[in-house]
């Protein structure tokens, strides 16, 4: 993807550094308020003391605020990036799309609070916030189109890379109007009848999307490596097989019992060693060599327990219970969170790493959120026999949440020093050991 996508090369820009401190501030926040909606499954006579604010509006704002703050703005660094935005003249807008994103979740948790939701869990925009929001995706889509205009004769490297750029925002521009439209409560995939959940195909279409995700994002921010082609003449040959996997599997509402889904959800198996190949080919700076490894494990946490709970009998069981809430912390805190560090510690370079680095808030981090996918799988699983379990709770249940509480403290003291650290990088200061970074494949 031209200069600035092939170097591993870090960067100070304003833009990046507001991207940075905005998802960790998001990530702070969530957590807090999922600290908060915990204490409140387990008081929930303090329900009454936040008037119509209760329990089921937070509970919105929290996991919204996870996926669209702190999951997703760290992706604004990455395409300022890989389009050369935080250069140059155009650099100055970087920092106002970052605060108009960050606007737009502000609005939208304020319908939430207010009670206004399309009901669709990830995509409950709607009235004011349904519109605001997508506005937020197509300014930044503008600021890349500019970029890509300013950047495109002065940028070194192959004509495929400038293909490439110009791919991703055909690819990116649909996006606010997709997200508009599917925000519709009138408009539902297809659904497994036997569970009301999503069918074998449609999990593995969106499994497709997160694999699509991983294998562009290095093209972005890092340096190939020579054993690269192989690896990923593979990778992308299995990605347009599965893909044609999901086309001829169609889009019907069909059981978890007919073996042409979960045999073909099986097929992602294959990634849990396609991944860590296909990342081993880049170039990464040493620093990224804990949150990488902690991606990639819980990736393959990821994978498999996402197929077993597909699994006839065991997804009977554990549908709609407490194991959910597990595997979504699973993918979201887990996977998706070390996965979002791993490319800022890209980004930011050696020197700005330490940020996101430190030892004991590695740990808080992960083993918070494992203990807190063990702890809340168990109690689903004994929900899925018993739903009195959850519904009429009593010592064991209140045990475990409890415990689920404490992780959450953990997982919130981990961010928290993490956005503390953020706010002590400033733009004006430019990073002496960051022009020689040191570099390795993973
Ligand atoms: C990056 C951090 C986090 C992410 C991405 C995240 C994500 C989520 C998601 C996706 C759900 C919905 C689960 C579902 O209904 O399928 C959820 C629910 C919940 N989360 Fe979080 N969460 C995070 C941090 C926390 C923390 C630190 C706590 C504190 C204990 C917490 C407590 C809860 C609670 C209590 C629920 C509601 C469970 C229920 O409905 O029974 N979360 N979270």
């Given at each position: 993807?031209?200069?600035?996508?092939?170097?591993?090369?870090?960067?100070?820009?304003?833009?990046?550094?507001?991207?940075?401190?905005?998802?960790?501030?998001?990530?702070?926040?969530?957590?807090?308020?999922?600290?908060?909606?915990?204490?409140?499954?387990?008081?929930?006579?303090?329900?009454?003391?936040?008037?119509?604010?209760?329990?089921?509006r937070w509970m919105m704002v929290h996991v919204n605020t996870a996926l669209f703050g702190w999951c997703s703005v760290p992706m604004l660094a990455l395409l300022f990036k890989a389009y050369g935005a935080h250069r140059g003249s155009l650099s100055t807008w970087?920092?106002?799309?970052?605060w108009l994103w960050s606007a737009s979740l502000l609005v939208g948790s304020y319908s939430w609070l207010q009670g206004h939701s399309s009901g669709k869990l990830f995509l409950d925009w709607s009235g004011y916030a349904r519109v605001f929001f997508p506005l937020a995706l197509f300014v930044l889509w503008i600021l890349l189109v500019l970029a890509f205009l300013k950047n495109r004769n002065a940028q070194r490297g192959s004509r495929a890379a400038l293909i490439a750029r110009l791919a991703g925002l055909l690819v990116l521009l649909p996006v606010p109007f997709v997200l508009y439209m599917v925000s519709s409560p009138n408009l539902y995939a297809a659904v497994n009848p036997e569970t009301g959940g999503p069918t074998g195909a449609s999990q593995l279409e969106s499994t497709l999307g997160v694999v699509l995700i991983l294998l562009?994002?290095?093209?972005?921010?890092?340096?190939?490596?020579?054993?690269?082609?192989?690896?990923?003449?593979?990778?992308?040959?299995?990605?347009?097989?599965?893909?044609?996997?999901?086309?001829?599997?169609?889009?019907?509402?069909?059981?978890?019992?007919?073996?042409?889904?979960?045999?073909?959800?099986?097929?992602?198996?294959?990634?849990?060693?396609?991944?860590?190949?296909?990342?081993?080919?880049?170039?990464?700076?040493v620093a990224t060599r804990r949150w990488r490894?902690?991606?990639?494990?819980?990736?393959?946490?990821?994978?498999?327990?996402?197929?077993?709970?597909?699994?006839?009998?065991?997804?009977?069981?554990?549908?709609?219970?407490?194991?959910?809430?597990?595997?979504?912390?699973?993918?979201?805190?887990?996977?998706?969170?070390?996965?979002?560090?791993?490319?800022?510690?890209?980004?930011?370079?050696?020197?700005?790493?330490?940020?996101?680095?430190?030892?004991?808030?590695?740990?808080?981090?992960?083993?918070?959120?494992?203990?807190?996918?063990?702890?809340?799988?168990?109690?689903?699983?004994?929900?899925?026999?018993?739903?009195?379990f959850t519904i009429a709770p009593g010592t064991p249940r209140n045990v475990l949440y409890i415990l689920r509480l404490l992780t959450g403290i953990s997982m919130l003291a981990g961010s928290a020093e993490?956005?503390?650290?953020?706010?002590?990088?400033?733009?004006?200061?430019?990073?002496?050991?960051?022009?020689?970074?040191?570099?390795?494949a993973a």
């Open positions: 993807m031209g200069e600035f996508a092939q170097t591993a090369e870090p960067v100070r820009s304003a833009g990046v550094i507001a991207s940075v401190q905005h998802a960790l501030g998001w990530l702070v926040a969530g957590n807090a308020l999922g600290v908060m909606i915990a204490i409140l499954l387990l008081l929930p006579q303090l329900n009454p003391w936040l008037g119509e604010w209760t329990y089921g970087c920092r106002p799309v970052v562009a994002v290095p093209f972005g921010i890092a340096r190939r490596l020579s054993g690269l082609r192989s690896i990923a003449v593979v990778a992308w040959s299995v990605f347009l097989l599965e893909s044609a996997l999901t086309v001829s599997l169609g889009r019907g509402d069909v059981g978890h019992h007919a073996p042409s889904q979960y045999l073909s959800l099986a097929s992602v198996l294959v990634w849990i060693a396609l991944v860590p190949a296909y990342y081993h080919c880049f170039e990464w700076n490894r902690a991606f990639l494990a819980w990736w393959v946490g990821l994978v498999v327990t996402g197929w077993i709970m597909f699994l006839a009998g065991v997804l009977d069981r554990v549908k709609f219970t407490d194991a959910l809430v597990g595997h979504s912390l699973l993918a979201v805190a887990g996977f998706l969170s070390a996965y979002v560090i791993f490319v800022l510690v890209q980004i930011l370079g050696e020197h700005d790493a330490w940020i996101l680095n430190r030892t004991w808030s590695f740990y808080a981090w992960n083993l918070g959120v494992l203990a807190y996918v063990v702890v809340i799988m168990y109690a689903g699983w004994i929900e899925g026999a018993d739903p009195a993490w956005f503390i650290a953020s706010l002590s990088l400033n733009s004006a200061v430019s990073p002496a050991t960051n022009n020689v970074p040191r570099v390795e």
